[in-house]
Nanobody, 114 residues
Protein backbone atom coordinates (compact mmCIF):
# COMPACT_ATOMS: atom_id res chain seq x y z
CA UNK A 1 0.00 0.00 0.00
CA UNK A 2 1.35 3.39 -0.97
CA UNK A 3 1.62 6.03 1.72
CA UNK A 4 2.93 9.58 1.67
CA UNK A 5 4.31 10.81 4.99
CA UNK A 6 4.69 14.56 5.31
CA UNK A 7 6.58 16.33 8.05
CA UNK A 8 8.10 19.68 8.91
CA UNK A 9 5.07 21.90 9.30
CA UNK A 10 4.52 24.17 12.26
CA UNK A 11 4.30 27.71 13.52
CA UNK A 12 6.89 30.22 12.38
CA UNK A 13 7.26 33.99 12.55
CA UNK A 14 7.14 36.11 9.40
CA UNK A 15 10.51 36.02 7.70
CA UNK A 16 11.30 32.62 9.10
CA UNK A 17 11.94 29.30 7.38
CA UNK A 18 10.55 25.79 7.38
CA UNK A 19 11.47 22.65 5.49
CA UNK A 20 8.75 20.21 4.54
CA UNK A 21 9.49 16.58 3.71
CA UNK A 22 7.41 14.01 1.87
CA UNK A 23 8.51 10.39 1.96
CA UNK A 24 6.78 7.80 -0.19
CA UNK A 25 6.49 4.23 1.04
CA UNK A 26 5.18 1.33 -0.96
CA UNK A 27 5.50 0.49 -4.59
CA UNK A 28 4.65 3.36 -6.92
CA UNK A 29 5.15 2.50 -10.56
CA UNK A 30 6.86 5.11 -12.65
CA UNK A 31 6.87 8.30 -10.59
CA UNK A 32 6.59 11.11 -13.12
CA UNK A 33 6.50 14.05 -10.76
CA UNK A 34 6.19 15.06 -7.14
CA UNK A 35 4.68 18.28 -5.92
CA UNK A 36 3.42 20.38 -3.08
CA UNK A 37 0.00 21.99 -2.96
CA UNK A 38 -1.55 24.20 -0.33
CA UNK A 39 -5.01 25.19 0.72
CA UNK A 40 -5.77 28.14 2.94
CA UNK A 41 -9.13 28.52 4.72
CA UNK A 42 -11.81 29.65 2.29
CA UNK A 43 -9.52 29.31 -0.72
CA UNK A 44 -9.03 26.74 -3.43
CA UNK A 45 -6.11 24.37 -3.35
CA UNK A 46 -3.21 25.63 -5.42
CA UNK A 47 0.05 24.26 -6.74
CA UNK A 48 3.04 25.57 -4.83
CA UNK A 49 5.89 23.72 -6.50
CA UNK A 50 6.55 20.55 -8.45
CA UNK A 51 9.54 18.60 -9.71
CA UNK A 52 9.56 16.02 -12.48
CA UNK A 53 11.56 12.81 -12.62
CA UNK A 54 13.96 14.65 -14.89
CA UNK A 55 14.47 17.45 -12.39
CA UNK A 56 12.40 20.17 -14.04
CA UNK A 57 10.82 22.44 -11.46
CA UNK A 58 7.71 24.59 -11.47
CA UNK A 59 6.72 27.24 -8.92
CA UNK A 60 3.73 29.39 -8.21
CA UNK A 61 4.54 33.04 -8.87
CA UNK A 62 3.83 33.88 -5.25
CA UNK A 63 6.67 31.66 -3.98
CA UNK A 64 9.32 32.11 -6.66
CA UNK A 65 12.62 33.12 -5.14
CA UNK A 66 11.51 32.06 -1.65
CA UNK A 67 10.67 28.35 -1.93
CA UNK A 68 12.80 25.55 -3.35
CA UNK A 69 11.63 22.05 -4.19
CA UNK A 70 14.12 19.21 -4.37
CA UNK A 71 14.43 15.44 -4.38
CA UNK A 72 17.20 13.37 -2.83
CA UNK A 73 16.14 10.06 -4.41
CA UNK A 74 13.18 8.72 -6.31
CA UNK A 75 10.80 8.70 -3.34
CA UNK A 76 11.49 11.71 -1.14
CA UNK A 77 10.89 15.33 -1.88
CA UNK A 78 11.49 18.48 0.13
CA UNK A 79 10.13 21.98 0.11
CA UNK A 80 12.47 24.57 1.60
CA UNK A 81 10.44 27.65 2.48
CA UNK A 82 12.27 30.86 3.28
CA UNK A 83 11.11 34.41 3.94
CA UNK A 84 7.72 33.11 4.97
CA UNK A 85 4.76 35.48 4.95
CA UNK A 86 1.43 35.32 6.77
CA UNK A 87 -0.24 34.63 3.43
CA UNK A 88 1.74 31.39 3.19
CA UNK A 89 -0.38 30.01 6.02
CA UNK A 90 -2.16 26.90 4.76
CA UNK A 91 -2.31 23.14 4.86
CA UNK A 92 0.47 21.86 2.62
CA UNK A 93 -0.04 18.51 0.91
CA UNK A 94 2.31 16.35 -1.10
CA UNK A 95 1.21 14.74 -4.37
CA UNK A 96 2.90 12.05 -6.38
CA UNK A 97 2.05 11.41 -10.02
CA UNK A 98 2.60 7.73 -10.68
CA UNK A 99 2.32 5.99 -14.01
CA UNK A 100 -1.22 4.75 -13.31
CA UNK A 101 -2.59 7.22 -10.75
CA UNK A 102 -1.83 10.05 -8.37
CA UNK A 103 -1.37 9.80 -4.62
CA UNK A 104 -1.92 12.42 -1.94
CA UNK A 105 -0.60 12.88 1.56
CA UNK A 106 -2.69 13.90 4.54
CA UNK A 107 -1.25 17.39 4.70
CA UNK A 108 0.74 19.36 7.23
CA UNK A 109 -0.22 22.72 8.71
CA UNK A 110 2.04 25.70 8.16
CA UNK A 111 1.18 28.82 10.15
CA UNK A 112 3.09 32.05 9.71
CA UNK A 113 2.27 34.47 12.48
CA UNK A 114 3.92 36.76 14.98
Amino acid sequence: QVQLEESGGGLVQPGGSLRLSCAVSGNVAGIKAMGWYRQAPGKQRELVAAITSGGTTTYADSVKGRFTISRDNTKTTYLQMNSLKPEDTAVYSCKVDGYWREYWGQGTQVTVSS
